[in-house]
């Protein structure tokens, strides 16, 4: 009995883990990139802005994205550390300006877009566990009675139920400044993420990464 209540409570643990660690997921829901400009040599130095009203959370964003693009050793400049106030790049003209007193040739943007929540159902399951104690102590066929396999598992019935997920929409957008034009362009989806912290690491992952695949930086 106590080795049942065991495998029961592992089981369920596991599955309620398994359940959490596949919640949360930030994904590219929308990208586009200029192919021919993508085939020219890579960004070399890249000036990152944040959208945001809060002015903690446009900081951790523009310095994730430092972080991301110079792993890669692409060159990037965290617009805070030019601009301390959102309100300081208001117009194209105050981005211009700060393109150029750094001698950056692309500007990454990224901005907020909305925050929804969308509710969906979880199917009951059920699952079987050995049991133990039937089958020892009889004989060979005894054993291996046809009606045995049903006494040997017992069911464990995991109810459904309704949960609500919470998304977070982002765009990001890179410009060459050498020519001045569109170079890439991305919608990311992040679900139920834990903390702000967690969504901004996997926004600038993500985006970082199809840039990488895409040749706009190393």
């Known amino acids: 009995m106590l080795f049942r209540k065991l495998v029961t409570t592992v089981l369920v643990l596991s599955t309620a ?10 994904r590219l829901d929308e990208r586009w990139h200029d192919e021919n400009f993508a085939n020219e040599s890579p960004l070399e130095k890249i000036l990152v802005l944040g959208i945001f009203k809060d ?9 994730a994205f430092v972080k991301q693009i110079e792993a890669g050793g692409t060159q990037a400049i965290a617009g805070y550390t030019l601009m301390p106030n959102a309100e300081d790049y208001d117009e194209k ?5 700060a393109v150029k007193k750094v001698g950056a040739d692309s500007v990454l943007i990224t901005s907020f877009k909305g925050i929804s929540e969308k509710e969906r159902d979880i199917p009951a399951t ?5 049991t133990m104690g039937r089958g020892y102590g009889y004989g060979f066929y005894d054993s291996y ?9 017992d069911a464990v019935y995991q109810p459904g139920y309704t949960v609500t997920d919470t998304i977070v929409q982002l765009e990001t957008l890179v410009y060459s400044a050498r020519p001045e034009k569109l170079v890439w362009a991305g919608k990311t989806k ?6 702000g912290q ?8 993500v985006v970082t990464e ?5 040749g706009l930086i190393n």
């Not at 003209?93 to 300006?97: E, S, T």
């Not at 992040?190 to 903390?195: E, H, K, V």
């Open 126 to 130: 059920v699952d079987y566990l050995p």
């Open 93 to 97: 003209k105050d981005i211009i300006a």
């Open 145 to 153: 009675y046809p009606s045995h396999y049903g006494r040997t598992y």
């Open 210 to 214: 199809d840039m990488k695949v895409n």
């Open 55 to 63: 002015d903690i959370q446009r900081r951790a964003v523009e310095a």
């Open 17 to 26: 883990l398994g359940l959490i660690s596949c919640s949360s997921t930030t």
């Open 190 to 195: 992040s679900i139920n993420a834990s903390s």
């Open 198 to 205: 967690k969504l901004t690491e996997d926004l600038t992952r």
